[in-house]
């Protein structure tokens, strides 16, 4: 396809112009009669979830969802999709699915039920605003993450090359950023196609590269607003996608040197693009030690929300729920970090927030969530089995610590 049918290919999902949004009121519309839907389970916690809605959400949500569960419950197991009428997704909600999720505008997620349910952002951006000397930026920065940072960059020596020749990008896509997708993701791997990439986003940006012995090592394509003085990280990669560029710190070292690319350019703000608005996904642990601002998404989706709804209390449905603090919708467009315990599951307190943006932090007990709920299934009751406290928190945080994505 030509190219500017690519360019318009990425601006209808990034774009925050009024035509695209309009254009998406209009393909989301709430009120069609049938909406798309998927079911995934979790047979060993017999636990079932159900996505419907806006389409974004089978390639973003579904997945995620399924991601953070397994975890805890063992693998997913998701079914074929389809349509449902609009009304049986929360008329009562539906009898195969312990949690509902529908991603749709917000104007209709603050209308359906409100008990046993959530608002979360469809998508949120975490920006560092490059507003101060690049030192002072720096103590932002995770002590922790600063000290392996230098300790890194004297062992590695590495240097940065920005490059702007399609040879560039098409080393970084087939070398760089498609086998880090492979390597880490696998079959849930979700990126952009090379062509929409390399015209909506390298033909206004370019290829940062940290090299190494004078060979590249790990890379972003980065998109440059002069508009609005903001880099977007979009794809990142390692050479091969190889794990040795992990163990190096080469893949985290590209966003310390993208932090002094827009000190040194008078770039005002680094965007590190966006994400769902779940803690636990490790993505999201990585970034927050930069000490980003947290957004909605400056597109379509800041119109959208993801309702998260709970139709059964049980015991993989808290273990879901403890295991996965949140992000929601306090009003307007507030945000308030939310972490769930009960009396014998505690919240996970090593699951951090606190950054701008997020006006409020509370532990919620889940009794107060679920109340009013009924209880398992029969055929659940008897063979229901909840993993130990011990053995949970080792496996959560292994998952919260390498859930790293290379699709930004």
């Known amino acids: 396809m030509t190219a500017p049918v690519q360019r318009l290919r990425y601006a209808w999902q990034n774009s925050s112009h009024p ?24 047979p060993q916690q017999q636990l079932s979830l159900r996505y419907a809605g806006v389409a974004e959400g089978f390639a973003n949500i579904v997945p995620l969802l399924e991601q953070l569960g397994e975890p805890v419950l063992g693998p997913a197991h998701r079914g074929p999709r389809h349509s449902v009428r609009r009304r049986v997704l929360h008329h009562p909600p539906p009898a195969d699915a312990d949690i509902l999720a529908v991603g749709c505008r917000k104007s209709l997620a603050h209308r359906l039920p409100g008990a046993n ?34 300790r890194n960059r004297r062992r590695s020596g590495w240097t940065v090359r920005v490059g702007s020749r399609p040879d ?41 590269f940290v090299e190494q012995g004078g060979h590249p090592v790990a890379g972003a394509l980065c998109r440059l ?28 070292a590209v966003y310390h040197f993208l932090l002094e690319w827009c000190s040194e350019h008078q770039v005002e703000h680094l965007d590190f693009h966006g994400t769902e ?15 980003p601002r947290i957004t909605l998404a400056p597109n379509h989706h800041a119109d959208k929300r993801l309702w998260l709804r709970a139709t059964r209390d049980t015991p993989a449905v808290r273990d879901f729920l403890v295991a996965n603090p949140v992000l929601e919708i306090a009003s ?70 390498g859930n790293h994505d290379a699709h930004l």
């Not at 209009?26 to 079911?39: A, H, I, Q, S, Y």
């Not at 560029?245 to 985290?252: C, D, E, L, R, T």
């Not at 490790?282 to 030690?289: D, V």
């Not at 308030?336 to 919620?364: K, M, N």
């Open 225 to 252: 607003d002069a508009t609005t003085s903001t880099l977007t990280t979009r794809l990142l990669g390692v050479l091969d996608g190889a794990a040795e560029h992990y163990a190096s710190g080469a893949f985290k």
């Open 19 to 42: 035509l695209v949004t309009a254009g998406h009121r209009l393909v989301d519309r709430d009120g069609r009669p049938f909406w798309p839907t998927v079911r995934t389970t979790f």
């Open 332 to 401: 307007g467009t507030q945000l308030r970090a939310v972490w769930f315990y009960d009396d014998t599951r505690p919240a996970r307190s090593a699951i951090s927030c606190g950054l701008p943006g997020v006006t409020e932090e509370c532990h919620r007990h889940l009794d107060e969530l679920l109340g009013g709920l009924p209880g398992p299934a029969p055929q659940q009751s008897s063979s229901q089995h909840r993993p130990s406290s011990g053995a949970t928190s080792v496996s959560l945080a292994s998952a919260a610590e």
């Open 277 to 291: 608005a779940f803690l636990a996904k490790g993505i999201f642990q990585w970034k927050r030690k930069f000490h």
């Open 117 to 150: 349910a959530l608002v979360l952002p469809f998508r949120i951006h975490l920006v560092v605003d490059v507003d101060d000397e690049l030192e002072k930026l720096r103590l932002r920065i995770s002590k922790r993450e600063r000290w392996e940072f230098n």
């Open 168 to 208: 560039d990008f098409w080393f970084f896509y087939r070398r760089m950023h498609q086998p880090t997708m492979d390597a880490r993701h696998g079959e849930r791997a979700r990126t952009e196609r090379p062509d929409v990439a390399f015209h909506g986003v390298f033909r206004q940006g370019f290829l940062f």
